[in-house]
T-cell receptor, first 113, second 114 residues
Framework: NAGVTQTPKFQVLKTGQSMTLQCAQD?????MSWYRQDPGMGLRLIHY???????DQGEVPNGYNVSRSTTEDFPLRLLSAAPSQTSVYFC????????????FGSGTRLTVV | AQSVTQLDSQVPVFEEAPVELRCNYS??????LFWYVQYPNQGLQLLLK??????LVKGINGFEAEFNKSQTSFHLRKPSVHISDTAEYFC????????????FGAGTTVTVRA
């Protein structure tokens, strides 16, 4: 089983560029989330989805967009990259987060210069 | 929204010694509690979880955690650590009414020395 697959693993962007971080899961999970990880701050929720066609904001949504057209895919779009978005991004999915917890991808390390 | 406090940012420990990682959360009527481990350059892996029932929860790799409702704590313990336990550990909480939203603590880095 592939689990949660994130691409790319590494990316360097220039300020102002846009890009999409890809996330796909093959476990038929309804719940999917994007987190960013910064030193000393743990993981902070960017956006989440409770099913295809349903998304909502987390605690740090500014500068990011998401969509959920299928159960499997949950891409994260950076509209105009800023140095403050330099971080490690994790996608996660769950059948029911409260019961089983989330399964995490291996992360995308993004540097904005 | 839940808030999670991990009381120690760094815990150095010698091999075969015990370790305890402390986690407190803001109060709620019902919560689900998790501990995750992150090995260097990897994603997060679930160690254990508390949903209900017995307050002592056993997880993978010899870890266990104790839920204390009156102290709103969920401390993680291992009686004897190995070099391979060197990693970052995260406590996470979800509110029973919004269980798809996990709130994470800042993390505790455990460094095991020979």
């Amino acid at each position: 089983n592939a689990g949660v697959t994130q691409t790319p693993k590494f990316q360097v962007l220039k300020t102002g560029q846009s890009m999409t971080l890809q996330c796909a899961q093959d476990m038929n999970h309804e719940y999917m989330s994007w987190y960013r990880q910064d030193p000393g701050m743990g993981l902070r929720l960017i956006h989440y989805s409770v099913g295809a066609g349903i998304t909502d904001q987390g605690e740090v949504p500014n500068g990011y967009n998401v969509s959920r057209s299928t159960t499997e895919d949950f891409p994260l779009r950076l509209l105009s990259a800023a140095p403050s978005q330099t971080s490690v991004y994790f996608c996660a999915s769950s059948y029911s987060a409260g019961q089983y917890g989330y399964t995490f991808g291996s992360g995308t390390r993004l540097t904005v210069v | 929204a839940q808030s999670v406090t991990q009381l120690d940012s760094q815990v150095p420990v010698f091999e075969e010694a015990p370790v305890e990682l402390r986690c407190n959360y803001s109060s709620s009527v019902s919560v689900y509690l998790f501990w995750y481990v992150q090995y260097p350059n990897q994603g997060l892996q679930l160690l254990l979880k508390y949903l209900s029932g017995s307050t002592l929860v056993k997880g993978i790799n010899g870890f266990e955690a104790e839920f204390n409702k009156s102290q709103t704590s969920f401390h993680l313990r291992k009686p004897s650590v190995h070099i391979s336990d060197t990693a970052e550990y995260f406590c996470a909480v979800s509110d029973g009414s919004n269980d798809y939203k996990l709130s994470f603590g800042a993390g505790t880095t455990v460094t095991v020395r020979a």
